[in-house]
């Protein structure tokens, strides 16, 4: 089975900090997204990537970037974390978008 | 644009109760659809699929047809479980070319012993 790996289940930040959301696939799939989910707001993409170093903008990329120099791995990174930034974010593979996502566990961030 | 329409929850029911969630889309072409389903605390897994119209998708006594001409693809289980409570999600991904997932806003499914 593909696996995506998120680096951790919870996470606590402090207003201003720089921080790295890790995500990691083991199947060889070009595509690469992240999400964040927020209660009555649904799934929102933030980013995605359909080859290394290679990046796209989704709906909210604001106070966010990302990073793909390996194919398996893709970061999203906080520049500077503030409390509205605090959500569930997760991360998904695919190989055809015909076949679907694969999504990691999420990263429960919190930032105060 | 391509779009997805669930219907809201909470849904409630009792154990072995029959479940329908419904689930509509608009999109050009001949999207996939897929149903994700998402426990407590945890990502979404991919519960079924369907690739063309009259498909049916099924897993873990889920089914769910894809309807071309309602445009429809409705997640059903004859008998559910206490541990089927969860969110479920609709989606489609558009026909042709570079496309990405687009989600309904998913249903909240409470099922009570």
């Known amino acids: 089975d593909v696996k995506v790996t998120q680096s951790s289940r919870y996470l606590v930040k402090r207003t201003g900090e720089k921080v790295f959301l890790e995500c990691v696939q083991d199947?060889?799939?070009?595509?690469m997204f992240w999400y964040r989910q927020d209660p009555g707001l649904g799934l929102r993409l933030i980013y995605f990537s359909y080859d290394v170093k290679m990046k796209e903008k989704g709906d909210i990329p604001e106070g966010y970037s990302v990073s793909r120099e390996k194919k398996e791995r893709f970061s999203l990174i906080l520049e500077s974390a503030s409390t509205n930034q605090t959500s569930m974010y997760l991360c998904?593979?695919?190989?055809?978008?015909?076949?679907?996502?694969?999504f990691g566990s999420g990263t429960r961030l919190t930032v105060v | 644009g391509d779009s997805v329409t669930q219907m809201e929850g909470p849904v409630t029911l009792s154990e072995e109760a029959f479940l329908t969630i419904n689930c509509t889309y608009t999109a050009t072409g001949y999207p996939s659809l897929f149903w994700y389903v998402q426990y407590p605390g945890e990502g979404l897994q991919l519960l079924l699929k369907?690739?063309?119209?009259?498909d049916k998708g099924s897993n873990k006594g889920f089914e769910a047809t894809y309807r071309k001409e309602t445009t429809s693809f409705h997640l059903e289980k004859g008998s559910v479980q206490v541990s089927d409570s969860a969110v479920y999600f609709c989606a489609l991904y558009p026909s042709g070319g570079y496309n990405k997932l687009i989600f309904g806003a998913g249903t909240r499914l409470a099922v009570h012993p």
């Open positions: 998904a593979s695919s190989f055809r978008g015909t076949n679907g996502y694969t």
């Open positions: 199947m060889d799939h070009e595509n």
């Open positions: 369907a690739t063309k119209a009259d």
